[in-house]
């Protein structure tokens, strides 16, 4: 279903340089012209404001949130309804040439699975 769209995953566990990955390569995409997204999951929950600050107030409170500052903006929505990657890689398709996923080890589609050094043995250990 998704083999035709532009989406391409990054997974590998903790500490196998997927945002390394990742933070070096986007800029050349969008050097080269791509407007380009990511979509980064996270197990633990999505933790980017402190409890005190204002956006993470509004949005305990039921709000979406779009937060605007100089050169950038981040919308923190509420999950209200199904917000399966899926449905996020089908909002983003048609604004994005290129959404790259980090993490999503089940994403069916393009995927390439970073190792950690103690997850990789030489050729002779391998069996």
Known sequence: MFDSL????VCGY?????????ERLVPRL???????????????GI???LCEK????LFR????????????SLAR???????SLE???GRLVDRYDLVLLEGFKRWRGLKAWLLRPDQICAPKDCG
Request: glycine content about 10%.
């Open 61 to 72: 409170s039921g709000a979406d949130v779009v937060a605007i500052g100089p050169g950038e």
């Open 77 to 83: 929505t509420v999950a209200r309804e199904d917000t």
């Open 87 to 89: 449905t996020e890689i």
């Open 47 to 49: 933790e980017h404001d």
């Open 14 to 22: 903790s500490g196998s340089g997927k945002t390394t990955l990742l």
């Open 30 to 44: 969008i050097q080269s012209g791509l407007r380009v997204a990511v979509v980064k999951h996270d197990v633990h």
């Open 6 to 9: 532009p989406v391409f995953a």
């Open 54 to 57: 204002d956006s993470h107030r």
